[in-house]
């Protein structure tokens, strides 16, 4: 449907259902862009898959699968082994990460593969004990993720690594479960990430640290996106 900045409805009696799919579990937010929905899902404790539904009707357009599955340990596990990360789409590509460290990109439009990224073959670094949770940022031609040992950057068009920032060494320790920004703070235009005990500004070319704040965590978690206003983070 339109929204044309109709007003806030006192009432929404009169909404109905227009229709309604079965999915497995996911963590995952919906992503829509051009006429479609992409969700994710864990099926089975075997897979994990990319969905895309037609926005009118709910029908599956296509979907991607493959192996993904892993168990989280501790209390995180009572909450579900399910995918983490929520895509990215710029409404030609849609970007996905697995739990299991592995990045892949897909055409919205048909679901055909361009790249796929397994940080852990690629890098040599353990697979992060609680999953790959960071939600991809796409600006232009450039991606941006928590993954593979610290914060990178990637080229959109074919997933190969530009730089790394704030590095990790994966396992019980590794990975983060914050999802970077785009800011400008004092007019300097930066990625703004939280990692597992800090928050830091990187260079959106160069990839080097511009600043880092130390944020007291709770063995080592801290999970807020950072927002800003008025040049405070």
Known sequence: GQCNQAEWPEDFGDLSKAWSIDLG???????????????????????????????????????????????VPFFAKSNGDWIRSTPATDGSCIVVCGMRDVLASFQCETGQENWRLDCGSRFGVPLPAFGLVCSPLIDGDDLYVQAGGGIRKLRLSDGEPQWLAAADSGGMSGGSFSSPIIATLHGKRQLVAQTREALVGVDLQAGQPLWKHEVASFRGMNILTPTVWNDCV
């Open 25 to 71: 579990d996911s963590y995952s937010g919906p992503v829509v862009a051009g006429g479609k929905v992409f969700t994710t899902e864990t099926v089975d404790r075997r897979e994990e898959t990319l969905t895309a539904l037609d926005l009118e009707n709910g029908r599956v357009l296509w979907k991607q699968r493959w192996p993904g599955a892993m168990s």
